[in-house]
């Protein structure tokens, strides 16, 4: 977890005062100005212990919050000698490799004959641009150009935000605010290959993407479904942190049943709600998550990389008991009149995703840590979707590798409960 802020023909004034807004991004900040640009990059080491940022080589300059996957294979395939993925991002820039080979989750601001942006394929990392006269902000916050520039909420994205709590909403509630665009995701085409074979090469991939975000110490978030669960079964985390809830929304029974490392609970109450409704969110997603932020703090006080297992739904067909009901119903999480839309299920699913990843990305950068995604490795999520449909059904074929307890595996379907604010309620507290 790193953190951005730049501007484009400002000062270096703007670019710290940006900085300070997003300061527990990381532990120490350094700024550079190279042409017309000037950053100011928060560093949370990770990879290195060592300040690493920004890299150059040749004429490329490079700045990157998140984390490439799969740089050392990359760095092997071509032969190029780096000591993390920033640098190695320096040399694959410069040369012109392809972008869709780097895997993992990062945004990415570079200099080379001028100023360019991209994020990851997912949206993990967001990066955020507004434009004030001739001077353009970036930052990996919204907060950041709130602190050097008045925003004006737009009425439009506010009332569709009141509506679907944001998950249809692109860019922000404000005015001019914009994300960058993240690299290309062209949905693979089906394959026909026999449940026993996918099974098999599933399983090869997905142990491959537990070696690129494996990160010794990591704790993961965990649940008592599947998608946590093999995470923790696979990734060896030193700690898990859960959340559980008072009465019917328990899932402590299987919960234990994930449970690897040293385990902390934290018990959802009234104290709870009351304590963490200060979340700290400027892009407002998928609504309520006082618990997130919660747990986040707990988390904070012992790990420095988190796993959560983020993806695991979309990719594997996880919502399929809302399919039945109208598209419409779906999108519309409040009470307020809803405009139409043109998406499938499928299509909301990788909405609602963006929109969970947006909070994960605030709940991590508020606690100085990093949160890393094995469910959403490209080589895995590309051979997943290419599966014949009935192989991915209600995450038939994940729970077949997963190696879990039957308990978990066949356990109700649950998401993540809220006994203290419906949405509607929750629209109202955040306005």
């Not at 900040?29 to 990770?46: D, Q, Y």
């Not at 139409?340 to 947006?358: C, G, N, P, Q």
């Amino acid at each position: 977890m790193c953190g951005i802020a730049a501007v484009i023909n400002g000062t270096k004034e703007q670019a710290n005062a940006m900085a300070k807004a997003i300061r527990r991004r990381g532990i120490h900040t350094n700024l550079k100005t190279i042409g017309n640009l000037t950053v100011s990059f928060t560093h949370l080491p990770i990879t290195t212990t060592e300040f690493d940022q920004p890299q150059t080589c040749g004429k490329t300059t490079v700045w990157l919050n998140g984390f490439i996957s799969n740089w050392r294979e990359l760095c092997q395939k071509y032969k190029a000698a780096s000591n993390s993925d920033t640098e190695y991002l320096a040399w694959h820039l410069e040369t012109g490799q392809d972008l869709s080979e780097l895997n993992g989750f990062f945004a990415v601001l570079y200099y080379q004959n001028g100023v360019k942006m991209f994020t990851d394929r997912y949206g993990i990392k967001q990066l955020y641009t507004y434009q004030k006269g001739d001077t353009t902000f970036i930052c990996s916050e919204v907060k950041g150009i709130r602190a050097v520039a008045e925003l004006e909420i737009d009425t439009e994205a506010m009332a569709e935000w009141e509506t679907t709590l944001g998950v249809m909403t692109h860019n922000t509630i404000y005015k001019g605010v914009t994300r960058v665009e993240c690299l290309p995701f062209v949905m693979p085409k089906k394959i026909d290959i026999s449940y026993s074979e996918a099974k098999a090469r599933l399983q090869k991939l997905w142990l491959q993407s537990c070696e690129r975000n494996y990160y010794q110490g990591a704790g993961c978030y965990l649940s008592g479904g599947v998608d946590s669960g093999i995470i923790a079964k696979d990734l060896y985390p030193s700690y898990c942190f859960s959340v559980d809830y008072l009465g019917e929304l328990s899932e402590i029974e299987n919960i234990k049943l994930n449970s690897k490392g040293v385990h902390y609970t934290l018990i959802c109450n009234d104290q709870t709600a009351k304590d963490y409704t200060r979340e700290p969110l400027d892009d407002l997603k998928a609504g309520s998550c006082y618990t997130n932020f919660a747990v986040a703090e707990l988390a904070s006080k012992f790990c420095k990389v988190m796993y959560s297992g983020a993806g695991g739904d979309e990719v594997f067909n996880g919502y399929v008991h809302r399919y039945s009901k109208p598209i419409e119903d779906v999108i519309k999480r409040t009470d307020k009149p809803a405009k139409e839309y043109s998406v499938t299920h499928k299509e909301y699913d990788w909405l609602f995703l963006r929109a969970v990843l947006v909070v994960e990305d605030r709940m991590s950068g508020w606690h100085t840590m990093e949160t890393r995604y094995p469910l959403l490795d490209n080589d895995f999520v590309n051979f997943a979707i290419s599966l014949p449909t009935e192989y991915l059904h209600n995450k038939r074929i994940l729970k077949d590798i997963s190696g879990l307890n039957e308990q978990v595996i066949n356990g109700k379907k649950r998401g993540f409960s809220n006994p203290h604010f419906t949405n509607s309620e929750w629209v109202q507290f955040c306005k």
